[in-house]
């Protein structure tokens, strides 16, 4: 990594929440969808409506291991960056895996993008494991025996050595459960569709920058899969959280009949809360109890207007 890196001239406060109106006390945050790029006046605009955050994508591996692209890249995001007091979430690439030498080089200059824009935070999707086939047929919450895979063990390796540095510039490695886009036979479920696993890594790995992207609608889905409840879920992992990633769908059990403009069959649809099955009455009183962000990832298709998003979200998450 580079001096910039080493050398962050702001530190960040662990989740502070900051003061003032703002919906759920500065806590809310809007996604911007990764097949667009933010402008200055649309990000003026998600201040306006009451967001405190937005979360970026980082460029692709290849861009991301090339150290004068990727600050290129950061450049123009900090320019855009500049006229707002957002505070920024920085998304790694879905196709970045620790382990190996060009993605531990992407990783590198991922952070150096971070410190660059001033970032506070950073997701990463942790790799699939070489023995998930064998893993998955025991129940997502007992697949701790895939510790021992050696592309886990790798990862692990590599994020306990950027978790250092990222300790000494006051970053958030913040590390996310997922879940399959369509169902899947059980032999394909990877580790990281198990939020219980995902926190486990963050635990062994054992450093104050390195936490959990808890995805609420990822784990609705893995939830259902094995018969859980999402808020028993949740509060198994609420400890380790250090960012939600917030939006609804459908959940595991669809029926035959699919509503109008929902794909058939797709699990992860990234909706609003509140347009899908999510139990948010009942979810809503340990997310109010935690500080971390409530990032909003809704996709493009289902998005509406982002001041009447934020007004109902807050709403529904702040409802008994």
Not at 106 to 133: K, N, Q, R, T
Not at 148 to 167: C, I, M, T, Y
Not at 258 to 266: D, F, N, S, V
Not at 271 to 299: D, K, N, Q, S
Request: with cysteine; net charge negative.
């Amino acid at each position: 990594m580079s001096d910039v890196t080493i050398d962050r001239p702001r530190t960040p406060a662990r989740l502070a929440s900051p003061s003032g109106q703002r919906p759920l006390g500065g806590r809310l945050g809007l996604d911007v969808p990764r097949e667009t790029w933010p402008t200055a006046p649309e990000l003026k605009r998600l201040e306006a409506c009451g967001y405190s955050w937005t979360q970026l994508h980082a460029p692709p591996v290849e861009m991301l291991a090339d150290a004068l692209t990727a600050r290129r890249y950061a450049d123009c995001l900090r320019a855009v960056l500049a006229p707002t007091g957002l505070r920024v979430v920085l998304h790694a690439p879905d196709a970045l895996q620790l382990g190996s030498t060009l993605h531990d080089r992407a990783f590198a200059g991922l952070l150096d993008c971070a410190v660059a824009i001033g970032a506070e935070i950073v997701v990463y999707h942790p790799a699939p494991a070489g023995s998930a086939a064998s893993a998955a047929d025991s129940p997502a919450a007992d697949l701790a025996g895939t510790a021992d895979d050696p592309a886990w063990l790798a990862e692990e390796a590599a994020l306990r050595r950027f978790a250092a540095l990222a300790e000494r510039t006051g970053m958030l490695l913040a590390v996310e459960n997922l879940a399959p886009a369509y169902p899947v036979p059980s032999a394909r479920r990877e580790p990281g569709h198990a939020p219980l696993h995902v926190r486990d890594l963050v635990r062994r790995v054992d450093s104050p920058a390195v936490g959990m992207a808890f995805d609420l609608g990822h784990a609705h889905v893995t939830a259902q899969l094995d018969g859980l409840a999402l808020v028993d879920v949740l509060a198994s992992a609420i400890d380790e959280v250090v960012l939600f990633h917030v939006h609804d769908n459908l959940g595991a059990g669809r029926g035959a009949d699919t509503p109008p403009g929902i794909p058939p069959l797709r699990l992860d649809l990234h909706m609003p809360p509140g347009r899908g099955t999510l139990p948010w009455r009942v979810l809503a009183p340990l997310l109010r109890a935690h500080t971390a962000p409530l990032l909003m990832e809704i996709a493009p298709g289902h998005r509406p207007e982002p001041l009447r998003l934020a007004t109902v979200s807050a709403e529904l998450l702040t409802r008994s």
